[in-house]
């Protein structure tokens, strides 16, 4: 029997998952959890949070949703493990082994270092310059073959590569090197018209939201700004709401939303009706499990699947140990 290809993925515990989340990530996530020839371990990154220093109730409350929200996107906890970051205490202790090998200047000069100390330059914690640390600890941990990733994830990708082959090149070849899982990009807007639908800048809407929910943020949403009234042509290609359908919406749709766009042939707020209805379809599945979770439900997935993401990093820790004279 082949052995199966062990793929790692952690997200932040910070705010519920959007649509952009869903269609970039976690439904493929659901997808590979049911997928025989993978050993699929799925994490909610707590730890990573610490370093915006959140309220620590809202940060619980944070962690249990984002699973909710993931086993609510059709990930199997049978089949796959899904985990709090915290919950996995020999990821911090590889943590820390793994920061006497790596080079301060090369951490000072990450990218994803400058930019979250210059977005919180009130806090520029240590956490914010080990980041990539814990990264790495995450991933080479549990030996993972495949870590799906974006673009602005490369870069930590990277470093947990150089890690390990700095680590193995001093204490032999003990530490498997990573290999990126990529797919193309999705890139959905937000609804701000800034750039993509962020969780942090709270510019999307929740998977398990309901359609009144949905609306609330849809009605209001950017739309293209040369629109002033409804007789207006306007441009789909710049519009948030446009480029939205393209992810959702039939064929069919999408060509009548984008010619009445051009022509003016159909307003802003129509559009937005329509691309309620095919959001709410689309979602609807995800609804109905979200719904069916309890927290009992939620906590005794997060169990089960730390106790089996401890032991598949426990004997990775303990090579370590050994290699490096504990």
Same mark, same amino acid.
Request: charge should be neutral.
């Given at each position: 029997?082949?052995?199966?290809?062990?793929?790692?993925?952690?997200?932040?515990?910070?705010?519920?998952?959007?649509?952009?989340?869903?269609?970039?990530?976690a439904?493929?996530?659901?997808?590979?959890? %049911?997928?025989?020839?993978?050993?699929?371990?799925?994490?909610?990154?707590?730890?990573?949070?610490? #370093? #915006?220093?959140?309220?620590?109730?809202?940060?619980?409350?944070?962690?249990?949703?984002?699973?909710?929200d993931?086993?609510?996107?059709?990930?199997?906890?049978?089949?796959?493990?899904?985990?709090?970051?915290?919950?996995?205490?020999?990821?911090?202790?590889?943590f820390?082994?793994?920061?006497?090998?790596?080079?301060?200047?090369?951490?000072?000069?990450?990218?994803?270092?400058?930019?979250?100390?210059?977005?919180?330059?009130?806090?520029?914690?240590?956490?914010l310059? =080990?980041?990539?640390?814990?990264?790495?600890?995450?991933?080479?941990?549990?030996?993972?073959?495949?870590?799906?990733?974006?673009?602005? !994830?490369?870069?930590?990708?990277?470093?947990?590569? =150089?890690?390990?082959?700095?680590?193995?090149?001093?204490?032999?070849?003990l530490?498997?090197?990573?290999?990126?899982? %990529?797919?193309?990009?999705?890139?959905?807007?937000?609804?701000?018209?800034?750039?993509?639908?962020?969780?942090?800048?709270? =510019?999307?809407?929740?998977?398990?939201?309901?359609?009144?929910?949905?609306?609330k943020?849809? !009605?209001?949403?950017? #739309?293209?700004?040369?629109?002033?009234? %409804?007789?207006?042509?306007? =441009?789909?290609?710049?519009?948030?709401i446009?480029?939205?359908?393209?992810?959702?919406?039939?064929? /069919?749709?999408?060509?009548?939303?984008?010619?009445?766009?051009?022509?003016?042939?159909?307003?802003?707020?129509?559009?937005?009706?329509?691309?309620?209805?095919?959001?709410?379809?689309?979602? /609807?599945?995800?609804?109905?499990? /979200?719904?069916?979770?309890?927290?009992?439900?939620?906590?005794?997935?997060?169990r089960?699947?730390?106790?089996?993401?401890?032991?598949?990093?426990?004997? #990775?820790?303990?090579?370590?140990?050994?290699?490096?004279?504990?």
């Open positions: 029997m082949t052995e199966r290809k062990v793929v790692l993925s952690l997200v932040r515990a910070t705010g519920r998952l959007h649509l952009g989340n869903y269609l970039g990530a439904r493929d996530f659901a997808e590979l959890s %049911r997928d025989e020839t993978k050993e699929c371990y799925f994490g909610v990154a707590d730890l990573h949070a610490l #370093t #915006t220093l959140p309220d620590p109730q809202e940060l619980a409350a944070s962690s249990r949703a984002v699973a909710r993931y086993l609510a996107a059709g990930i199997d906890p049978e089949r796959a493990s899904l985990f709090l970051q915290s919950a996995v205490p020999e990821t911090s202790e590889l820390w082994l793994l920061t006497n090998v790596t080079a301060a200047g090369e951490l000072q000069r990450s990218k994803t270092f400058k930019e979250m100390s210059a977005k919180q330059a009130d806090n520029v914690n240590a956490g310059l =080990n980041y990539p640390i814990l990264m790495a600890a995450d991933i080479l941990g549990p030996e993972a073959d495949l870590v799906p990733v974006g673009e602005d !994830q490369l870069a930590h990708l990277e470093m947990a590569r =150089n890690i390990a082959q700095r680590f193995n090149h001093r204490y032999g070849e530490l498997k090197t990573p290999e990126g899982y %990529r797919k193309k990009a999705i890139r959905i807007p937000g609804l701000d018209g800034k750039g993509k639908m962020s969780k942090s800048d709270g =510019n999307g809407f929740g998977i398990a939201d309901s359609p009144e929910d949905i609306w943020v849809l !009605q209001p949403a950017y #739309t293209d700004p040369a629109r002033k009234r %409804r007789t207006d042509p306007g =441009n789909p290609e710049i519009c948030p446009g480029q939205i359908h393209r992810f959702v919406s039939p064929p /069919a749709d999408v060509e009548t939303i984008e010619t009445g766009c051009r022509t003016a042939g159909i307003g802003c707020v129509d559009c937005k009706k329509i691309l309620l209805g095919n959001v709410t379809e689309l979602l /609807a599945p995800v609804r109905e499990r /979200a719904q069916a979770l309890d927290d009992a439900a939620v906590d005794d997935a997060l089960q699947g730390a106790a089996r993401a401890r032991k598949r990093i426990q004997p #990775t820790l303990a090579k370590v140990r050994k290699a490096m004279g504990l």
